[in-house]
Structure formats: C-alpha cells, structure tokens
C-alpha cells in the first residue's frame, strides 16, 4: 500500500471524529454581521490555530483587522522545486434567521440521515475541515508533499470589506504559485465541478441633467428636451434586438471561448429548464450564437440595475423632471478591462446626448474577470483528483458573479485561482436547515488528499 | 354721454373706493390650504355674498361642500334674448409662505406707487373685484345688459378637489351660454389677451413586469430580459428624431390649426428668447414644423413624468429588476380623446413588448383638450372691449396646461369659457410681495364695462 493509499484509508478509519471535530466547529456561532457574535468570531479563530498548529503549520496567526481578524499559517518544508497552495477560507457564517424555520437550532448541529444540518455545515466550515482533514491524513502516513500557507477570513458574508488591504498590506507572507478556493461547490452530488473563470464587473451610474430645475409639464412641455426620456434612449440604444451589446469597442478585448471550453460546457446540466426554474422567468432571452450557460457565464452582459427620475410615488406630478439616473452594470469576461468600458460607455453618451443636457458618470464597481488556464498543472492536478475518487471527469465551469477574493489575488499576489469545493445546490446555504451531505464530503476528503499528492 | 360712456365715468370717479374695496378684501388670509384659516375662508365667503346682493343679485348662497364653500349668486332679468354668462372666480388664495421675504405683511395691503402689494391681489381677487365693479359701474347708471351667474370656489389653490362634483350635483343652477374666466391673465400690460384653448391631458402609469422577484445579475445576467431595459426601449420608440410621438393614432384627431390662430400666434412675444428663459434650458427642442409656442400652447406632446426601477440608493446594487416603472404623460389639443390615447399606448405597448414580460397601464388622468371658437360673440365681444380700452387688438392664446374648472364647464354644463385676466407674468403670484399694476387693472374694468355692454 503506497502512502496515498495509507492516507485515504486513514481518512476512512477517522471519519467519525472528523465528523465531530466539524461539529464542534459549527457549534460557535460565528456570525460576522452580529456585533453580539464579536467574542464567537474570536473563538472561532482561536479553535482553527489551535488545529493548524496540531497540523505541525508554523507561524500560526491571528491577524486584526479593522473588524474580524484573518487566521493565517503555513508549512513551507516541502522539497524545493515543489509549489506553494495558498488555502482560501472563510470562517463566518449567515445569520439564522429566520429562527423558527430551523428543525433544530442553527447551532445546534443535528445529524439527519446522511446530512450535518447546521448553519456553516456546507458554507463553509465544511470546507475548510475537509481541507484541514485531508492534510491530516498525509501527515498521519508520511511528510506532506506541498507548501502551504491558509488564509481564513471571518468577513466573507458581510463582503470581506477589510480582506484587499489585508492581502495587499501582507503581499510577501502570502506569496503562492497559486490559490486553492474550496467555497465554489458542486454542480450536483455525482459531478465534481472545477470553476476556473469568473466575470468581473463594471458597475456605472448615468446621471443625465437637463434645464436647471423641476419644470411644469404644461407651461413648458413641448419645447424642452427631457433627460428621463433622453436616458431611456441612450439605454435602449446599448443593446441590439441579438441581446449584443453595442457600446463602442465593447468585444474589443473579449478573449474567445476555445472549443475545449465549448465542449466542456455542453458537458454542464445548466440547459434552459435550469435557468427557467432559476430565474422564475416565463421565457429566457440571450445574445445570439451562444448556449444558455455561456451567455450566463461566459459572456458579457448589459443591465440596467436602477432607474429614477422625476416623481415615483402615488398618482401623478405633471413634472417635466430636470434630472435622470440609471444605475447600469455590465458582467466583464476576459480580457474586457473595466476602465475602457468606462471610456466606451462615455463615448458613446458623448456620442448621443443632445447638446442642451450634460452628463456624469460614476464608477461604482470596476473588476476585470478572471480565468485559469484549465491546462495548468494545478487545474490538471484537482481534475485527476476528482475523477479518481468519483469515476468521472469533473465538469469546467465558469461563474457568472465576481468572487472579489479570486480577483485581489490575481491582481495583488498574480496568484490564479482553482475554484472547488463539496456543497451542493441543495443545501440550503444562506437558509434555514443548512446542511451538508456527508457521503459527498467525504470524497471531498479523499479527493483532496489526491490532489495534495498529484501537485 | 351714453350709458355705456356714463358707466365709465362712473368707474373712474370711485376707482379710490373701488381699491379700498379690493384692500378690505385681500386683507383677509382666506388661505385654502391651512385649516386655521377656516374662519378666515368663511369669512371671505360672507364679505363676498354681502357684495353681491349690494348688486341685487339674487339667490346668494354659501354652498357648502366637502372643504370650503362655493359662493353663488344671480342676476337673470335682462332681456330674453341676451345670453347668460358664468362667472367663475377663486377666492381662495396661496399661503404667505415664506413669510419674512413680504417687504410688508402679506395681508396687510399696501400701495407702492403704482401697485397694490397683497396676497391675493392679482391672483385672484383683484380679478373678482374687477368683475363687481364694473357690474357696479353699469348698474349706477341703468339696468344691467346681461344675465350673470356666479360661482366663486374656496379651494382652486388645492386643486379645486370638489368642484367637479359640485358642478355636477348643480347643473340646471349653473346652466348658462358660455362662461368668464377673468383668472388667466395678460401677456404684457400693453398687451391685453384671450385665453381661447387649454391642452387636456393623459397621464399614464405603465408597469413592466418580468420574471417573479429580483435575480442577482451575476448569477443570472445575460440570459433574462431585464424589465428596466425594456422600459427604456419601449420610451425610446414613443418619440421619432422630429419630436412627433410614434404611437399609432396618436396624431389621427388631431384638429388642425388654422391659418387665422397660426397667424394670431406670431403677435405673440412667446418666442425662443421667452422659453430659452422661463425654463432654464442651454437649448429648446421641439416638433418639427411648428413655433415655439405652438409647442408649447397647440401641440400635442408626450414627456417622462417619473422612472423607477430597482436600485436607486447610494452605491450599487447588482439586482436584475423584476419591475420597472414610468409616469408617462401626454398633453393633449382638441380633438384628441384621451381613451383613445389610452387605447393607443396599450396597444403600442402589446404590440413591442417581450413576451417573457407583463404589463399594466394605470389611468392617473384623462382630460380632454378645451377650445372656444375666437370667431364666437362672445369671444368677439371681448376682444372689442379690450381693444376699445388699448387701443390696441388682443392677442389670442392658447395656454399649454389644463384649468379642470374649464373642462368640466365644457363637459358637464357644455359652457364654453373665455379666460382672460388683468394680472401680469411679472405680479408674483404664489411669491412674496405678489402685487397688482393699477393701471392695468383700472383698464381692466373699463374693458369689463365694455364686455358687459357688448353682449
């Protein structure tokens, strides 16, 4: 028996305690937003350094920030020329409210059948203990095979506000070949899904401003252009009647979807009938020459997020608005930079005002998307891995949303992400009766354990 | 010395008791809007029905309705052939707000040279007054020349919330020929003008409405039709690069205007310079082929009253909006029939709309447009006496806006109205130190005098 078959017949021979062990971890009630939770995010952190110290990881840390501290360590004594895993993580959970829908408390973690149900079960203390369970399976048999270092934060569920200034200003001790994000899930129990792109986003306010003030409609309406109308042109002229964007330059940099991913995608259960069901939509819409999930994921997109002018509430107001507002964001794919959208979305409105209304634009948002080579020896490494302990090769998978954290660390430590991870769309993350399944998380395990061997 | 001429002498021989009449008058704060003034309104109502049966009217009412009294009076004893005019005034006034920017107490009637600075003085009870007077003047020196009826309202200032049904539960009372409007004004004080059309109005709601609730547009962007967009194209295709309004039908009643008004308009001083400044604007638009003040007075026209959807607070929101909202208004000019409008947008709407997406079309207003014949007896009997008095040929006018008491003389009693006024652009009305000119309204009730005698 080599070591790695030793190691997964540890982790077979241990499952129960790491069961209970994941148990004692949802029991603290580690919920970020709650100011009242402050002394749990604290005791949170405090059990993760005490079983990264067991794991035998040096400079173990909890790190302050300007709210919940990061939990930081490494092991760095592999052999030389071996890479270095950066370990992604978040220790905070969601609120349990609503309260009553809980079969048991949130916290007070329950065994169901073939599932943990506990708030953080699946997002994702369930993550990280398949993670931390599956280098304690190596280390039980042999010396690990890799360099590690984690970084865990307890600010993921309120939007990580602290982490870029975090990894910006500890840029050196978290220098990594590459970034390991187990919070990213499966597609279904019997696919192993590895998400390698993600889209950015570019996040913009169009205010649009006409005469000086609020004007009567019937004094003055019919010689005075109004910018609630001129917005809603200068919108409905950003799409064409293919759904294809038609800023200027737009697909410029849009770097083509390559056949291998094309084929990947087909492979992916997200047909119209998953996003029908999704949306709540009647009918689905979508840029022409393109598959439901690459127009959700792959491609870019156009969308008016908010809208406002003149008056919104009961009844009527004959008022010939001086003002108008939309809030509009586009989803970026590789290599769409967001400060050229901003440019092309300001040519084309300089383009198309009329010369009697003056425009600002605000900048909200503005993150390029990110994308690993699904040829690396890294993605090839978590692949292999998958498909010895499932039997199958796992699906690719791009995410439409932005994970900013994948994002900073590309940007910050040129780190590129492999995105995975042993949640289900099922379990109910960020609801009541969160739960994990369990047979499905013990493959985690065991795939992990592969993976660290194949790097 | 004919009647006629003995009338203004008359007129001119009390003019300084006819003022302190007018300064009794505006010194009462009968202000609509503010409940402590309801002694005040009552008071008023009182002040006014003791002056009419000074003038032998008869059947001098205070009429209650659901807020301020309407006030009533007749005189029906001319001769059977002569017509019966409607006068309608207000004798409600604005509040004095902001109070501290009056030179002296808003209800403290004071002379400044050629002014009489008082709330209330031009808009409208110097108008009232001015009727009286001349009514006075004919009477001090025989009998009067035509029937007259009054109905003088409490609550023009609010809107005028129970007039309609008023007029509709006294119909046969107000049965009359045609009615005087002395609230509309004069352009210039050398330019005395007829007020012979008002556009109607139809004020929609349109409501699109997309899948079930709000989507995150990372998850979903790219492949739902967003009901904001929607929204926006479908404005964007209400109106053509000419400024016409594109809804089918829209132009189809539409009367034209006729050479004698068109010709009438260009005496007008309401030219680019006259908007440029009213509204405030870099630029004026318009429909193509038209005046400026056929724009703005005799055209129809269709303008973005209020736009809603999704996220409209500060930052941003990657919401997919399942809603989307626009107040959409239409000024309307005779014929135009504002169901058939209605009818029109519906059908615009269905014929452009998604059909992932739902829609609902709310009804706020639908008045339709009002217009007096300039060539009628009535009119012509005006226009005599203003020009007898100037020495100088009206102007005719249509206004941009709506007066409802106006349409529902129209549809309820099938009165037509001629509106004409003494007060000028320049009083301040609904200002501080709003102010009437003396002069002008001196003139004012010789021209009354001659109106009377004109019948």
């Known amino acids: 028996m080599d070591q790695r078959e030793q190691a997964i017949t540890f982790a077979h021979q241990n499952k129960d305690r790491f069961l209970k062990e994941l148990i004692d971890l949802t029991r603290i009630p580690s919920v970020s937003t709650n100011p009242e939770n402050a002394a749990d995010m604290m005791k949170t952190a405090e059990w993760l350094t005490d079983e990264l110290r067991k794991r035998g990881c040096k400079n173990v840390q909890i790190m302050p920030t300007a709210k919940h501290p990061v939990v930081y360590a490494e092991w760095l004594n592999a052999r030389a020329e071996k890479p270095t895993v950066l370990i992604y993580g978040h220790y905070d959970v ?66 990580s506000p602290n982490l870029e200034s975090f990894i910006r200003q500890n840029k050196d001790l978290l220098k990594c070949d590459f970034a390991l994000n187990p919070d990213s899930g499966m597609i279904a129990p019997e696919i192993p899904t590895i998400v390698y792109g993600l889209r950015g986003l570019a996040y913009l306010e169009i205010r649009i401003f006409g005469q000086k003030g609020d004007l009567h409609s019937g004094l003055y309406g019919g010689v005075v252009e109004n910018p609630a109308n001129v917005l809603c042109q200068l919108i409905a002229g950003m799409k064409d009647s293919d759904h294809k964007v038609t800023l200027p330059g737009f697909y410029d940099r849009v770097r083509p979807l390559s056949e291998q991913e094309r084929s990947e995608f087909t492979r992916l259960p997200l047909d119209e ?173 065991d795939s992990l354990i592969h993976f660290f061997y194949n790097l």
Chains 1, 2 share one sequence.
């Open 94 to 159: 969601q609120p349990e409210d609503p309260v009553d829908l809980w079969r048991s408390g949130a916290f007070e973690p329950t065994i169901e059948g073939n599932y943990l149900v506990a708030r953080g079960a699946s997002d994702m203390k369930g993550q990280i203990i398949a993670v931390l369970k599956a280098i304690e399976s190596i280390q039980a048999v042999g010396e690990f095979p890799v360099n590690i270092k984690f970084i865990l934060e307890g600010e993921e569920e309120i939007g």
């Open 273 to 445: 009938n998953f996003y029908l069901k999704g949306t709540g939509a009647s009918k689905l819409v979508g840029e022409k020459g393109y598959s439901w999930c690459e127009r959700a994921t792959a491609r870019p997109t156009l969308d008016v997020n908010g809208l406002y002018s003149g008056y919104i509430g009961e009844g009527s107001k004959t008022v010939l608005p001086s003002y108008a507002m939309a809030k509009v964001s586009m989803r970026l794919v590789p290599d769409q930079d967001p400060e050229e959208i901003r440019q092309s979305m300001a040519k084309y409105i300089e383009m198309n005002l009329p010369d009697s209304m003056r425009y600002e634009l605000i900048v909200h948002a503005g993150n390029p998307a990110s994308i690993t080579d699904i040829n690396t020896p890294y993605v090839k490494a978590l692949a292999s891995a998958l498909e010895t302990v499932w039997g199958t090769r796992p699906v690719y998978k791009r995410e439409g949303g932005s994970i900013p954290v994948v994002g900073h660390m590309k940007e910050i430590l040129d780190a590129s992400s492999v995105l995975t991870g042993f949640g289900l769309p099922s379990d109910n993350i960020h609801a009541p009766n969160e739960h994990l399944d369990l047979s499905v998380w013990y493959k985690g395990i």
